[in-house]
T-cell receptor, first 113, second 108 residues
Framework: NAGVMQNPRHLVRRRGQEARLRCSPM?????VYWYRQLPEEGLKFMVY????????ESGMPKERFSAEFPKEGPSILRIQQVVRGDSAAYFC???????????FGPGTRLTVT | QKEVEQDPGPLSVPEGAIVSLNCTYS??????FMWYRQYSRKGPELLMY????GNKEDGRFTAQVDKSSKYISLFIRDSQPSDSATYLC????????FGPGTRLSVLP
């Protein structure tokens, strides 16, 4: 049973470009969470999605950031017009149900130059 | 005050020692708690998932929750150099809130 998959593992973007991060949850999991982690800091919740629905986006910046989890395919975290401050590790987690244990992917490390 | 606090460490112990890692939290609505291990530049790996107060044991790991004092602990018995990592605790209110992590180093 494959774990949570994320790609790309590393992404370099210039300021002003768009970044698209993909997450495929574990088989049988329909709940996806996105987190951001800066060096020496904990994981910061960004958004919680179920298939075709955003359940909670209270941790996501109002501008430039968006997330989706379509009926088919992976969940996408999209950052438009990236700035240097967006450089971080972005982790996706999935769970089999609401409030149950979360399993993390390997993360995507975004570097904005 | 942060919702979940941890001593960042680093905590260094000799191989074979019993390790105690601790977190405090402020949100009395937290019911579920998790401990994760994160190696450098890797994703967090779930170690323990507990509900409400009490103890839970899994191999060399024991998680303890004391809701009355808002205190959660992870004990590692017979620690190994491979346990060297950052340990993250998390509590769940509306969403899971993570502490900043404690860096552990087990010296051979």
């Amino acid at each position: 049973n494959a774990g949570v998959m994320q790609n790309p593992r590393h992404l370099v973007r210039r300021r002003g470009q768009e970044a698209r991060l993909r997450c495929s949850p574990m088989k049988g999991h329909s709940h996806v969470y996105w987190y951001r982690q800066l060096p020496e800091e904990g994981l910061k919740f960004m958004v919680y999605l179920q298939k075709e629905n955003i359940i909670d986006e209270s941790g996501m910046p109002k501008e430039r950031f968006s997330a989706e989890f379509p009926k088919e395919g992976p969940s996408i975290l999209r950052i438009q017009q990236v700035v240097r401050g967006d450089s971080a590790a972005y982790f996706c987690a999935s769970s089999p149900g609401e409030g149950t244990e979360q399993y993390f992917g390997p993360g995507t490390r975004l570097t904005v130059t | 005050q942060k919702e979940v606090e941890q001593d960042p460490g680093p905590l260094s112990v000799p191989e074979g020692a019993i390790v105690s890692l601790n977190c405090t939290y402020s949100n009395s609505a937290f019911q579920y708690f998790m401990w994760y291990r994160q190696y450098s530049r890797k994703g967090p790996e779930l170690l323990m998932y507990t509900y409400s107060s009490g103890n839970k044991e899994d191999g060399r790991f024991t998680a303890q929750v004391d809701k009355s004092s808002k205190y959660i602990s992870l004990f590692i018995r017979d620690s190994q150099p491979s346990d060297s990592a950052t340990y993250l605790c998390a509590g769940r209110g509306q969403n899971f809130v993570f502490g900043p992590g404690t860096r552990l180093s087990v010296l051979p």
